[in-house]
């Protein structure tokens, strides 16, 4: 089913489920990110939208990428990996093509890892920049204690129950606020209700308006990865990361993942409150327009792969 082009004994064809955990382990050996968790949602809300080499001698995933569609008919790609036994055989290109064929005319964007900018921007088509960076953190967080723990009196910190509906459709419209009326309503509900995920809700007491929401759930190779952070104002942002780390100790052994962006001041700050190492900043690029979403409320993005 669904294969599409073959070269020598590789195959490119449509990811399937069960071939997830071998492209996020063929990703992670080049130390880079990803939840199986989260991949699940992005792949059940756009499954046509992932691809995968095969090895055909013993059926092993040696390669995969994705380009998602989820807010502004807008694609996002990631999870773009070759395993380095088959690098430079043009398989790369060839996923990354079947992705941006399925994407056709409509937009995509990705965040590049520095030394494949050039290339984006030059042979693959993504030359339109709105200057900003996902910035890349990683350790183990010290000083989580010494952040800010309280809010003013009328906004609670609480977690998220997953049986309550009301709640899921104020965390929905939320983030439809921060994608600027994109709707991730599916995506939203099957990371919510997913048991790999924690969610954290700001809300004020007296209007039970939701003034923020965050995340945390564990990556591919067990380390707690934080986001996505969205909040009114700073306060709310530090203290729903104060909570999400509270509630996840593997943090402190196994490490953290805390993906911020450029213009977000207070998500860089409070990574250097935390003492992370920032590993890698990467470019936001696009084929044809930036996917409007408004910075002001990111403290921690969605995923490194697939958008804010
Ligand atoms: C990036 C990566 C997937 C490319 O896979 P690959 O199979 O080695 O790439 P190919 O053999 O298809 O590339 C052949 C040529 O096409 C270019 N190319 C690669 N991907 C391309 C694309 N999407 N569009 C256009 N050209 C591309 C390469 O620059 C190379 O050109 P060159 O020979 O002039 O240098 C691989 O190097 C990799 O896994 N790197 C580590 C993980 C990583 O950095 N991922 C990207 C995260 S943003």
């Not at 699940?40 to 095969?54: L, Q, T």
């Not at 290339?119 to 967080?141: H, L, Q």
């Amino acid at each position: 089913m669904s294969s599409i082009q073959s070269k020598d004994d590789i195959e490119i064809r449509l990811m399937e489920k069960k071939h997830m955990k071998e492209a996020l382990n063929c990703f992670s050996v080049f130390d880079l990110q990803e939840s199986l968790s989260t991949l699940e949602a992005f792949y059940e809300c756009d499954s046509k939208a992932f691809y995968v080499a095969i090895n055909r001698k013993d059926n092993r995933v040696i390669g995969a990428c994705g380009a998602p569609v989820t807010t502004h008919n807008s694609g996002f790609l990631g999870l773009y990996v070759v395993d380095s036994e088959f690098q430079n055989r043009g398989i790369g290109k060839q996923l990354f093509e079947s992705c941006l064929q399925n994407i056709g005319n409509r937009n995509c964007g990705l965040h590049a890892v520095p030394e494949k900018l050039e290339m984006y921007r030059n042979k693959a088509g993504f030359r339109v920049s709105e200057g900003i960076s996902m910035v890349v953190c990683s350790g183990i967080p010290m000083n989580w204690q010494s952040l800010r723990q309280n809010v003013d009196k009328e906004i609670k910190i609480e977690v998220f129950n997953r049986d309550n509906n009301e709640l899921l459709q104020k965390i929905i419209d939320y983030d439809s606020r921060v994608q600027m009326n994109g709707n991730r309503e599916k995506l939203i509900n099957l990371c919510l209700h997913n048991s790999g995920y924690t969610t954290f809700v700001a809300i004020n007491d007296n209007t039970k308006q939701l003034n923020g929401f965050g995340c945390i759930r564990i990556d591919y190779e067990g380390k707690g990865m934080i986001g996505p952070v969205y909040g009114d104002n700073e306060i709310i942002g530090e203290v729903l990361i104060y909570n999400l780390l509270k509630s996840c100790p593997v943090t402190q052994t196994k490490g953290l993942l805390y993906m911020t962006i450029s213009s977000s001041m207070t998500g860089i700050e409070i990574s250097k409150k935390l003492e992370l190492t920032e590993t890698e900043r990467c470019e936001r690029v696009f084929t044809k327009h930036v996917i409007p979403v408004n910075h002001s409320l990111i403290y921690c993005l969605f995923s490194p792969n697939f958008g804010l």
